[in-house]
């Protein structure tokens, strides 16, 4: 039962969640659910207090001083809270370091580092789940975050790690039976491999400056690992960086696709509030960033 002071935590959730992201979407992502439960959530709260909290346009959703208000306060009170558990449970830190990471960052980048990782954090166990979703912290979901994003909507707090070339990759046999696009607005019209939805496609042709005529093409697999996996096994052309290929276009499995330099975005870290200055997250931030450092992945 809620206090009779106080609205559901669901609902004040929801505003710390925006706000604390800078948009519904993000916000809804963060916490779980969809956009339509947030808003509605949102709508419930300012019903509850009889005031607006966000203003809504055609750019997204920001909130009125009144919303800013409440989220310092929540912020606040979150924040207390996470002291008072953090006091509680000293083993789970001392124990464990949980990352969160994008899928294909986590599996073909992280995972033949494991033992790297281990031996840097020899006492810890080490917990890596594939996941472009952003923990909530302030549920102590995990330690860190590792995303990927175009710059303009990267979390305040996060530290930019690197901004990667992504560029197109088919493999040998596609070629072979396809030939080379003569042209990106060739290559527009070829079966592209997606992600999630053609977002990502539609945002690289933009930066190359290609409009395409029509409808991308192409089968959608959800996520980066997935869509690579295909275009090893002749299926079309994905996107990929050198984080991602190296082994492959090394092994002669994938092969780049025309000659490009093209950027869409950045690797970016996130830790938990309570645990970004804890020794295990200061050496993996440093150990990551040594690493990245060294990987040739913007030519």
């Given at each position: ?13 929801a505003l710390h969640a925006v706000g604390r992201t800078g948009s519904i ?248 509030p309570e645990r970004k200055n804890k020794s295990p997250v200061v050496a ?16």
């Amino acid at each position: 039962m809620p206090l009779p002071n106080l609205p559901p935590l669901h609902l004040i959730r929801a505003l710390h969640a925006v706000g604390r992201t800078g948009s519904i979407r993000r916000g809804a992502t963060a916490l779980g659910l969809s956009h339509t439960v947030v808003s509605r959530h949102l709508r419930n709260l300012e019903a509850w207090v009889g005031t607006k909290l966000l203003t809504r346009g055609p750019l997204g959703a920001s909130l009125t001083p009144q919303g800013r208000a409440l989220f310092e306060a929540t912020d606040h009170a979150f924040a207390a809270l996470e002291a008072s558990l953090e006091k509680l449970m000293p083993q789970r830190d001392a124990a464990s370091l949980r990352i969160w990471a994008m899928p294909g960052f986590a599996g073909r980048w992280l995972g033949p580092r494991l033992a790297e990782i281990e031996r840097l954090l020899p006492n810890l166990e080490v917990a890596i789940r594939a996941t472009e979703t952003l923990p909530d912290f302030s549920a102590h979901e995990a330690d860190l975050f590792i995303g990927f994003a175009p710059d303009a909507v990267i979390p305040q707090s996060a530290q930019v790690l690197v901004t990667p070339r992504m560029f197109p990759v088919a493999s040998p046999g596609w070629i072979a039976r396809n030939g080379v696009p003569a042209s990106l607005a060739a290559l527009a019209e070829q079966s592209l491999i997606h992600e999630r939805d053609h977002g990502q496609w539609r945002r690289w042709l933009a930066a190359a400056g290609v409009e395409p005529h029509g409808p991308l093409s192409g089968p959608r697999l959800w996520t980066a690992s997935l869509g690579l996996d295909a275009a090893a096994a002749d299926q079309g052309i994905a996107l990929a960086t050198q984080l991602s290929v190296a082994r492959e276009i090394a092994d002669g499995n994938l092969v780049e696709v025309l000659n490009t330099d093209i950027t869409i975005g950045s690797y970016y870290l996130l830790a938990a509030p309570e645990r970004k200055n804890k020794s295990p997250v200061v050496a993996f931030r440093a150990w990551l960033q040594d690493q990245l450092a060294a990987s040739d992945v913007t030519n």
